[in-house]
């Protein structure tokens, strides 16, 4: 859309999002909008969003690489749903240094 902005959308998230609106707003840019943004969304928002219910929501697009900076900015939450995606990703990359230093956080 013309009159959409990715900067005062994600200047927005930042500012007033809930959880649940900040999922919506993921899955608009996933589906709609701006897949390629989608990384840097979630990366300004942090962890205004559960990161568990992003990653299972990404897998069921098969777009997990779109999210990668993501699950490494996230990825110090400990979660086993988030390290599991990082981890793959890796692997699937042939990331051996990538895995090693995901395996050690």
């Known amino acids: 859309p013309e009159a959409w902005s990715h900067d005062r959308m994600a200047s927005t998230l930042v500012a007033v999002a809930t959880p649940d609106t900040t999922l ?4 608009f840019y996933l589906d709609e ?3 390629g943004q ?3 969304l979630l990366t300004r928002v942090g962890t205004r969003v559960d ?6 929501y990404v897998r069921k697009r098969d777009a997990l690489p779109l999210i990668k900076g993501y699950l ?3 990825q110090r939450l400990h979660s086993s749903v988030v390290n599991g995606a ?3 990703l ?3 990359e042939e990331d ?3 895995l090693k230093t995901s395996l050690a956080v």
């Open 51 to 56: 990161p568990t219910r992003i990653v299972e």
């Open 38 to 40: 989608l990384n840097d």
């Open 33 to 35: 909008v701006s897949p």
């Open 96 to 98: 051996l240094e990538g």
């Open 86 to 88: 990082l981890n793959e």
């Open 90 to 92: 890796l692997l699937q």
């Open 72 to 74: 490494k900015a996230v």
């Open 24 to 27: 919506r707003a993921a899955k």
